[in-house]
């Protein structure tokens, strides 16, 4: 695999980079259509017609390491902890962790790593069309339609935007555990005034974004698409407005199916991750890297 945005700057070492980049091409519980294990390296692939500066910043000045891809064989919890073994070395590093998936499952071992360093003081919020809040599904409890269940039950804060497809079961769950959520029948309606995010929210913030939040006639490459989702714009204030007040601690992009002749969805996801970096930056990520300080002023 190529590195992120290699074409416009030197990968950099690991120690000092701003960002971890860690492709998990994991595809084992995939429902509908498959592909997402071609997800990263398409990401990567795509990020080399990126525009260093976004608008607004340059995240790249802060720089970039693209590690290994983490192998995804074996069993489903020696998989989860392969991710958080590479999500605790990016940490360690003082960089903001950035998974590249894969299917959604790959979440749970980098908010698991992400709250073990933080001593529990972190919130994920989710950008997805599907609530995965399911307790098993497929006859496994690792599956991407469980990810956000298996985090829940961890104790991790969980906060939900863009849902347009659950089942009555994963109704409930929300209910019982007071999950907070802004479904996209709300949000066409649009963006509500006022703080998104309930007031005794974590500071800290996973971001967890599944590429079906956007509607399907935008990112039709993925494997559960859904009508009725959200448009880039909107997409990106609702993204501003979460993080008012709170800073990335990680963040990943899952689920891209890459689909032959429609390299537009493999560029939006990687943009996508460059608008998150910019975010990052932009907001002061947690952890104090003076890299990605450097690259707000640049």
Not at 42 to 60: H, K, M, V, Y
Not at 69 to 74: I, L
Not at 115 to 133: E, K, W
Not at 273 to 290: E, H, K, S, T
Request: negative net charge.
């Amino acid at each position: 695999m190529v590195a992120f945005l290699q074409s416009e700057l030197t990968p950099a070492p690991a120690r000092g980079a701003g960002f971890h980049v860690i492709p998990v091409p994991l595809e084992r519980t995939v429902s509908y259509g498959g592909g997402a294990r071609r997800g990263p390296e398409a990401i990567l692939a795509a990020s080399q017609q990126l525009e260093l500066f976004d608008g607004t910043c340059t995240p790249a000045l802060g720089g970039i390491h693209t590690a290994a891809a983490v192998p995804v064989t074996g069993d489903d919890e020696a998989v989860q902890e392969a991710i958080a073994t590479a999500v605790a070395a990016a940490l360690d590093c003082g960089a903001v962790p950035v998974l590249l998936g894969g299917e959604h499952s790959v979440s749970y071992g980098a908010v698991a790593a992400v709250a073990r360093r933080r001593g529990g003081d972190v919130g994920v919020v989710q950008f997805d069309a599907h609530a995965d809040l399911r307790d098993t599904y497929g006859g496994s409890p690792w599956s991407h339609a469980c990810v956000m269940r298996r985090v829940v039950e961890a104790g991790v804060p969980l906060f939900q935007l863009g849902v347009r497809s659950l089942s009555a079961a994963e109704a409930e769950v929300r209910s019982r555990r007071r999950i907070g959520h802004l479904d996209a029948r709300l949000l066409a309606e649009g963006i509500p005034e006022g703080p998104l995010l309930p007031g005794d929210f974590p500071r800290n913030l996973y971001l967890t974004l599944d590429v079906d939040v956007l509607d399907c006639s935008l990112m039709p490459a993925t494997g559960t698409p859904e009508p009725g989702g959200l448009h880039w714009w909107m997409l990106l204030r609702l993204l501003e407005r979460v993080l008012q007040g709170r800073r990335i601690v990680g963040f990943d992009v899952v689920e891209l199916a890459p689909c032959e002749g429609l390299h537009h969805c493999d560029y939006t996801a990687a943009k996508l991750v460059y608008v998150l970096m910019a975010l990052c930056v932009r907001q002061g990520p947690a952890g104090g890297n003076p890299a990605v300080a450097q690259a707000r002023t640049a």
